[in-house]
């Protein structure tokens, strides 16, 4: 993989952890809202930091790996 393609690869990853952690803080305040609480948006927030800093260590490990032989 040339330096190129994998530069433009790392700049996709600069959104993975704010698109999962808005993503799962909309669903957790909805859930807020539906059912009268306070805690599911602050607990979505957490799961999708979470999941997007798991993305982001997968997707960057998959690029440091390179194209499959």
């Known amino acids: 993989m040339s330096s190129w393609s994998k530069a ?16 799962c803080w909309w669903i957790g305040d909805w859930a807020d809202q539906k059912y009268g609480t306070k805690w ?6 957490l799961f999708g930091f979470a999941a997007g800093l798991y993305e982001l260590l997968r997707q960057s490990s998959r690029i440091e790996k390179g194209p499959k032989a």
């Open 8 to 23: 433009s690869a790392y700049m996709g990853l600069a959104f993975v952890i704010p698109v999962a952690m808005y993503a």
């Open 40 to 45: 599911f948006g602050l607990v979505g927030l």
